[in-house]
């Protein structure tokens, strides 16, 4: 079998890269090891960048996000028993974030890919790329106990971080660059309706909480963990207790509690692999970098990275143009750099590490203290938050 752009991973990143390129005439199979159910129900991020959400909308799969997503012109930064807005409407005018679950998001993909005759395969394990450094790549792989081979001009990678395409770039030929963070976030859905209208990153001695939410009935929370934690030692009240303790820190506020829907303990990490193509392999998402949530910017930078990809795969299958296709990983690195420093900043100045002595304690709060206080600094946070265009 032969297709033109082989697709490994039903992810955001692998579905939207199949809805672009069907929309600039060019062809695809996407390959995921999960089944539909699987990847459609797996609960991560929530919020999308003003331009996650323009590239959606002109992609023509923005009409239920435009419905039902969630507008938020700010965010509250808690700490020291105060509450402090970082507005965007003052700081960064006519841009926002919308709250809108990931989950939808690869709902509306896979309806939009399948409604349109998309090949999605999924449950298919063994996937193993070949020739990757010819003009012949191929993807071989498991369905159904069925050895199979599909031909490809070229390869995206977009299995996530714990795939199988970033390997297949030979040791000697990419770099990685990583931090690993001694605590991790344990998460949760509850049915129960958020307790404030924006989003509460609060920054305390018992270590950092978020409210989030994904619906007018249904709220995200995360708390900051030990990296070893088992969700054996939290049960419901202990999380609704410790949220309470680490969210309640200021005058008037009360946490509503509700049934937890939903609970997954997530590692905290950075890295990034470089150069994010070789030969004819392209990675995009995950496959290529990861960041610590914080910053809410993993599923935004997949989005960026995939935009990229099919103006160059468009341009080459149109005018034989090959420059943004050598230029790819240049271009998506930029962006990637940004967030990366964004998140490490966001996640440093959040979280109390063990290894904190009073000293570094100071610093954190003598940095919260200038970011809600001076307008550059807010301003900083904002425009990278909503999303900085290089
Ligand atoms: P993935 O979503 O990981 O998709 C990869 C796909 O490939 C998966 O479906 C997987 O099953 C499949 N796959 C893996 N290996 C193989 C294989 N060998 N063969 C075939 N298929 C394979 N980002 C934000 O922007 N904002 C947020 O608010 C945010 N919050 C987050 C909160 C949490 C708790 C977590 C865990 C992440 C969060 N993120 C957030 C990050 C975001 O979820 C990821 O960056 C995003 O999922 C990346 O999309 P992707 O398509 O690159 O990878
Ligand atoms: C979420 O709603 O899942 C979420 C929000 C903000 C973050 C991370 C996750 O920084």
């Not at 579905?15 to 929309?23: C, D, G, K, T």
């Not at 419905?67 to 507005?87: C, K, P, T, V, Y």
């Not at 296709?325 to 962006?335: D, K, M, P, V």
């Not at 000293?359 to 003598?366: D, E, G, I, V």
Request: glycine share 8%; aromatic share 8%.
């Amino acid at each position: 079998m032969r297709t033109q752009v082989g697709i490994v991973g039903a992810g955001p990143a692998g579905l939207l890269l199949s809805h672009l390129l069907h929309r600039e005439g060019i062809e695809s199979v996407v390959l995921e090891m999960r089944s539909r159910a699987y990847i459609e129900k797996r609960v991560r991020a929530g919020v999308l960048e003003h331009g996650t959400v323009e590239t959606l909308r002109a992609a023509g799969v923005g009409e239920r996000l435009s419905r039902e997503g969630l507008i938020h012109q700010g965010i509250e930064l808690r700490f020291g028993g105060r509450r402090h807005r970082i507005a965007f409407e003052e700081l960064v005018p006519g841009r926002a974030i919308t709250v809108y679950g990931q989950q939808e998001v690869v709902k509306d993909l896979v309806a939009a890919r399948l409604a349109s005759g998309g090949d999605i395969r999924f449950e298919v394990d063994d996937v193993a790329l070949t020739a990757i450094d010819s003009e012949r790549p191929s993807v071989k792989f498991r369905a159904a106990g069925e050895r199979e081979s599909i031909e490809c001009d070229f390869i995206a990678g977009c299995d996530g971080f714990h795939g199988v395409s970033r390997d297949a770039i030979p040791a000697g030929a990419r770099t990685h660059f990583e931090r690993e963070y001694p605590f991790a976030w344990l998460g949760i859905l509850a049915r129960v309706a958020p307790s404030a209208d924006e989003l509460i990153y609060a920054y305390g001695d018992r270590g950092f909480a978020l409210h989030s939410m994904r619906s007018p009935e249904v709220s995200r929370f995360y708390l900051q963990v030990g990296a070893d934690a088992q969700l054996e030692s939290w049960p419901d009240d202990r999380i609704w207790a410790e949220l309470r303790a680490r969210l309640e820190t200021v005058p008037g506020f009360s946490l509503a509690a509700g049934p937890i829907l939903e609970k997954n303990i997530t590692a905290m990490r950075s890295f990034v692999v470089e150069p994010m193509q070789f030969g004819r392999l392209y990675l995009a998402g995950d496959a290529a970098h990861i960041v610590p949530p914080t910053g809410a910017k993993g599923l935004n930078l997949a989005v960026a990275d995939v935009r990229v990809l099919t103006r160059a795969l468009a341009d080459w299958y149109a005018r034989g143009d090959a420059s943004g296709l050598a230029q790819y990983s240049a271009t998506c690195l930029r962006r990637v750099w940004r967030a990366q420093h964004f998140s490490y900043w966001m996640t440093t100045l959040l979280h109390p590490f063990d290894s904190d002595d009073a000293y570094a304690r100071r610093l954190q709060l003598s940095q919260l203290e200038y970011v809600v206080s001076s307008r550059a600094a807010a301003t900083s946070l904002a425009e990278n938050y909503v999303g900085w265009e290089p």
